[in-house]
């Protein structure tokens, strides 16, 4: 009867035979973030909602003179902005992923001609639907106001967004710092070199596998923390990690991956999991000299990418205190791209710690597209 357990995988170096048999997959490096916002978000969305509702509240209110008057102009001021808001997002939402690559001059004309367009559409139906009756001078400085008022709107929601994103600027560059500072301390860098001495006469194959393992980890920590990266690719990079960890602490580390419903496509911000993973063995598995178990799953729910982490807890005399700041920096990451949409939840639950994240499965194209070989099972 087959057991429902899950495969420990173990690491072995790739057979020269299995070179032809080598996979190529799909390594996403997008170059610069798109200039107009993700209107498929729904922290996007109820940030829009809600400042342009309170700006046509307060318009409303300069207006008038009492709250009756004030509730009515506001209703007459929603008859336009709603459908044109709502209509607006949807749209931008549809074609992003089709211009998200284009020239910031193409991106502003799609940000700002859009909302302009659908705004003076909306107009015009909400006249004939009112029979409202005005001469031909009176709609064209009618559709010429609102033409404007769109536009700086428009304009107004694309640079508040693109601030933010600068705003964010500084937790990019410590998570790149962070990534090489960590990499190259000595003890993992020294560790895994006299590794590789130690198997260059014994497993001369093996050795040669881990350095390039190293001098894929390395050319990783060296890209941009801005890119998006396919999910596949940033497993790779963990495994390719695990590797190494596995080579310097032996049988003490033993990984779980369940990778079934993996969706490999889903993009996410480059150097996102292997952080966390690293956690995992720094403060789970090194601290103690017995063996441990860290269980990794990766799946999806829905229109949702669900990861999963486990490492155990060591006693409290060998535990060591961690910080934050990584975890931190991931927050503040995923808060960048998926704003609410994502989540990031961490406890521990008896002896085992357990990491949980979830954020929304994109499959966007990028300006750049570029391939590494590997072998998946390696």
């Not at 940030?47 to 309170?54: D, I, T, W």
């Not at 000595?186 to 001098?215: I, K, Q, W, Y």
């Amino acid at each position: 009867m087959a057991s429902n357990e899950p495969k420990t995988v173990d690491y072995k170096a790739p057979h020269p035979a299995t070179a032809a048999a080598v996979k190529a997959r799909r390594q996403v490096e997008g170059g610069l973030a798109p200039l107009i916002p993700d209107a498929c978000n729904l922290g996007v969305v109820l940030r829009c909602l809600g400042a342009f509702n309170v700006l046509a509240m307060l318009l409303a209110a300069v207006q008038s003179s009492d709250v009756w008057q004030t509730s009515t102009r506001f209703l007459v001021i929603a008859t336009v902005l709603e459908p044109s808001l709502l209509l607006s997002l949807a749209l931008v939402c549809l074609v992003r992923k089709n211009t998200n690559a284009a020239s910031h001059s193409s991106q502003w004309a799609v940000a700002i001609g859009l909302p302009v367009l659908l705004t003076l559409l909306v107009s015009l139906v909400v006249l004939q639907l009112l029979e409202i009756q005005l001469s031909v001078p009176e709609i064209f400085w009618l559709m010429l106001s609102r033409a404007l008022i769109a536009a700086t709107a428009a304009w107004a929601v694309v640079e508040y967004f693109r601030l933010r994103a600068r705003a964010y600027s500084p937790s990019f560059a410590e998570a790149r710092l962070q990534a090489l500072q960590a990499r190259i301390r000595p003890h993992f860098l020294f560790n895994s070199l006299n590794t590789v001495l130690g198997l260059m006469r014994g497993d001369p194959r093996r050795a040669e596998a881990t350095l390039e393992n190293l001098a894929d980890l390395f050319r990783v920590f060296m890209r941009d923390a801005r890119e998006l990266v396919a999910l596949d690719d940033e497993v790779v990079t963990c495994k390719e990690y695990l590797a190494i960890e596995q080579l310097r602490l032996g049988e003490r580390l033993k990984v779980v991956w369940q990778l079934d419903d993996m969706p490999g496509d889903a993009l996410l911000p480059s150097l996102l999991l292997q952080p966390l993973i690293e956690n995992a063995v720094h403060h789970g598995i090194e601290p103690s000299s017995e063996e441990g178990t860290i269980a990794i799953t990766v799946g999806r729910t829905g229109d949702r990418v669900r990861v999963e982490i486990l490492n155990p807890i060591p006693p409290a005399t060998q535990s060591r205190s961690g910080n934050q700041m990584a975890l931190s920096n991931v927050r503040e990451r995923l808060m960048l791209l998926y704003d609410i949409e994502a989540d990031l939840k961490t406890g521990a639950e008896g002896d085992r710690f357990r990491l949980q994240l979830e954020f929304p499965y994109r499959k966007e194209r990028r300006s750049r597209d570029v391939r590494r070989y590997f072998d998946p099972d390696r």
